[in-house]
């Protein structure tokens, strides 16, 4: 082989190297890489949409470190006063709250697994299984969320009051164990992050149903399921109207406990706003710790999306 023959590759190469880099596909390579920075006015939406979403915590905490007297003048206070951990710990007594925290916690933890659990496998099956009816099932279960909730209060009354447990945890448990809203958001979510070859692949290496939803369904799934527990655990946390039906004061939830601080002639603002406080610290606390985690998994799906 020549000298000649030796170089023209490379001359080849650079002249090819100088026209890709004046190709459109060239340039939108290039220019991937580069950071996008925010302007002044996004700082200042930003800021506007921040102040408007706490501006209902910041009043309640207002509200709760103040009397009752001070509220009802003109103009509001607006800012902290010095009464708080006094109505915090009036809340606390009147309303039973040591008993409620510790109700909710448990119903509102199990509701989230169970809710997360059930829709993450019917979901899968919906998405990935092939049987007789699944569209009409689909349909069905579809269809439940159109029905409005108070419809169903008094045959489940009924039924929760035959089976003796009236006034007990698992009347508020076991109707929500099964989400007909986190089946869809399951199903639809894992339509598109579960690809059809990696079950297939895992069936030909011999894994059992079992171990194909634990170690490929559960694993594509998780960030879906971080944001179905919390959303779930929101909602079990602040339901009101099934659980001020099923349980008395006795055996509450948190919000059947502030329900009573409301009670009397003249209900004390200031103490239902300190009892409102501490119903809401539980659901700051999990955000503020497992907050990172379920935005990661968030990104980390719409990556894999």
Known sequence: MTTSELTLPQSEGKAKGKGDRGTPGRRRVLGAGKQLHAGPLTYVVLSVFAV??????????????????????????????????????????????????????????????????????????????????????????????????????????????????????????????????????????????????????????GASSLRVVWHVVFPAARPAMAVLGLLTFVMAWNDFLWPIIALNQQNPTVQVALNSLGTGYVPDQAVIMAGALLGTLPLLIAFLLFGKQIVGGIMQGAIKG
């Not at 009397?67 to 009147?94: C, S, V």
């Not at 509701?111 to 899968?124: E, K, Q, R």
């Open 52 to 205: 408007v979403s706490l501006a209902p915590l910041l009043w309640t905490v207002i509200a709760a470190s103040r009397t009752d007297q001070r509220l009802a003048q003109t103009p509001p206070p607006l800012w902290l006063g010095g009464n708080l951990f006094k109505n915090l710990q009036a809340a606390w007594e009147q309303g039973g709250l040591g008993t409620a925290m510790v109700n909710s916690t448990l119903v509102a933890s199990t509701i989230t697994v169970g809710t997360v659990l059930f829709s993450t496998l019917a979901g899968f099956a919906f998405a990935k299984l092939r049987f007789k009816f699944s569209s009409t099932l689909l349909l069905l279960t579809i269809g439940t969320m159109m029905i409005p909730p108070q419809l169903a209060v008094v045959p489940l009354y009924l039924w929760m009051s035959d089976l003796g447990w009236s006034n007990q945890l698992q009347t508020v448990i076991l109707p929500t164990l099964v989400s007909a809203f986190g089946t869809f958001f399951m199903r639809q979510y894992l339509v598109q992050a579960l690809p059809t070859e990696l079950i297939e692949a895992a069936r030909v290496d």
